[in-house]
């Protein structure tokens, strides 16, 4: 006859798993095919829900991180940009408009875009500056000395 013998799994309430063999453990086999020894090894729980979420938190804070510091840098070139502007300086709105700056005010400029032409501008709509004021004079001054 052969020799038959009978493992008992239990499964514990924190997922670990033991083996009862009533046969020697060598020659007592698992349900899989496996040897009992191997079987009755407890293996390692899964990792929770929360230890998977820490890689996707961290990369989410370094998206954050790395928009917030080209954020800062856009918003302090522009703040440059509208501080460089003067009157001569050229410059084109956000519509498309080119002009040179006639006046500048608190909150707006006066755009010359053509002779006698003026068109009053907010400083929202400035979109680029084309010519520094202090590049125009000089400009002037290089025109000038060629001739």
Do not use: H, W, Y
């Not at 006859?1 to 798993?17: E, L, P, R, Y």
């Not at 496996?34 to 990369?59: H, K, R, T």
């Not at 460089?84 to 002009?99: A, L, V």
């Amino acid at each position: 006859m052969a020799n038959t013998s009978f493992v008992f799994f239990a499964q514990a309430a924190d997922g670990s798993v033991t083996a009862t063999a009533a046969a020697p453990a060598a020659t007592t086999t698992a349900q899989s095919g496996a040897p009992a020894s191997e079987a009755g090894q407890q293996q390692a729980p899964p990792p929770s829900s929360g230890m998977m979420m820490i890689p996707f938190i961290i990369l989410i804070g370094v998206m954050i991180a790395i928009s917030m510091r080209t954020s800062s840098k856009e918003k302090k070139k522009r703040e440059e940009m509208m501080n460089s502007i003067r009157k001569g300086t050229k410059i084109m709105t956000s519509g498309g408009i080119i002009g040179e700056i006639a006046e500048v005010q608190k909150d707006q400029f006066m755009l010359k875009v053509a002779n006698n032409v003026q068109i009053a501008i907010s400083r929202s709509a400035v979109a680029q500056v084309i010519t520094p004021a202090a590049d125009a004079a000089d400009a002037t001054k290089a025109e000038v000395t060629k001739k």
